[in-house]
């Protein structure tokens, strides 16, 4: 019994650089195609486009969420925020690695702009549950924005600000979500690709708070 209590610690609390698992210098396979939209996964990507990646819990039903939404150019799910380099999903699963499951969100911004995303990934999850997304227990299932600019960051800090509001407002919790400059995202193998396109009845673990976002004017620029 206590061993099981020690390892869920160990999964709810971020390893140091002398715990974190080695990993590997070179990248685990991939595949190299989207498997829905047939697209390069890894680019080359038009001009203009622009990136996000969000970690919303089990990043399969996150990247159907997104892979769905009109004006989505690609998605990927892959691991970031941690210190392994080149993770395998057994690894991150250890909570040794301190990545937390994310997705890579190439998209054309005259479609669908960084807002209409963030307020996709408020209301599309619990962001004030810490390190675990219902079920899903441990680091790698963490809230996370992690941004590619000034402007999303701000943009990132605002609709949090605005949301924390409203959840507020419905007697919720305060919002544990990470926030901070892309660090370097490392693909999930094929099998985790588009999940779901491949495992139609597969598990989506995916369940907002019922609470709306309303992304305010400065966020939405």
């Excluded at 996150?62 to 004006?71: D, Y």
């Excluded at 702009?113 to 408020?122: E, G, P, Q, R, T």
Aim: charged share 20%; net charge neutral; glycine share 10%.
């Amino acid at each position: 019994m206590f061993f099981l209590s020690d390892m869920l610690n160990k999964k709810l609390k971020l390893p140091t650089p002398g715990e974190a698992l080695p990993g590997r210098a070179r990248a685990i396979p991939t595949a190299s195609k989207h498997y829905v939209s047939k697209r390069p996964l890894k680019g080359p990507f038009l001009e203009g486009f622009e990136t996000a990646m969000l970690g919303l819990g089990c990043f399969w039903g996150a990247e159907r969420l997104f892979w769905q939404t009109p004006g989505v150019w690609v998605t990927a799910v892959g691991y970031a925020g941690g210190l392994t380099p080149n993770p395998t999903y057994q690894e991150t699963c250890t909570g040794l690695t301190g990545h937390a499951e994310v997705v890579l969100v190439v998209f054309d911004p005259t479609q669908v702009s960084y807002a209409d995303l963030l307020k996709i990934f408020w209301e599309s999850h619990d962001p004030t549950q810490g390190m675990r997304q219902g079920n899903d227990v441990g680091t790698t299932y963490r809230s996370a924005i992690y941004t590619f600019s000034d402007a999303q960051q701000a943009e990132a800090i605002a609709s949090r600000d605005a949301y924390q509001i409203a959840l507020k407002a419905a007697g919720r919790e305060k919002i544990t979500t990470e926030i901070g400059i892309a660090p370097q995202f490392y693909f999930a193998e094929d099998d985790h690709q588009q999940y779901l396109a491949k495992n139609p009845h597969g598990y989506c673990g995916l369940k907002g708070t019922g609470v709306a976002c309303t992304i305010p004017d400065k966020a939405a620029v």
